[in-house]
């Protein structure tokens, strides 16, 4: 294996390590706290242990996060892929929301994703105008 070939092996399987670890993190807070708090927490890095493995854009980064969070056992739904991403970012520094939205007719439903500037990173899959709230 070339050493750039194994640089990169080495930088994605930080960033899936990354990604796990935070994973981890953001059950662990949203089973102790209410959402805001939970989200705060995760701004301030508290309970995390894991330092910022790769430097990406916040774009890239959320797309990777989202693609491994989908592969994880366990809650990989929007909210807990969203939280997922504003742990990273904050790590690194990163402003973003997490908007939540819903629909309640004809059946309800909901979505949270995460924006940078007004920008989502994450899709927001049609709910762009059913928005709730943004912490």
Known sequence: MRRRDARLYLERLG???????????????????????AVAA????RGSRCLAVVDREPQSLAAAAERVVARIPG???????????????????VHVRLVLAARPTPEFAAHAWVER???????????????????
């Open 75 to 93: 809650d990989s739904r929007c909210l807990m892929r969203s939280l997922v991403v504003v742990a990273m970012l904050a790590r690194r520094g």
């Open 117 to 135: 500037d007004g920008d989502p990173l994450l899709p927001t899959r049609g709910f762009g105008d059913a928005r709730l709230a943004e912490l």
């Open 42 to 45: 995760l701004r301030e890095g």
């Open 15 to 37: 960033l899936v390590a990354e990604v796990v670890v935070t994973y981890l993190v953001v059950r662990r807070q949203v089973r102790r706290h209410d959402l805001p708090r």
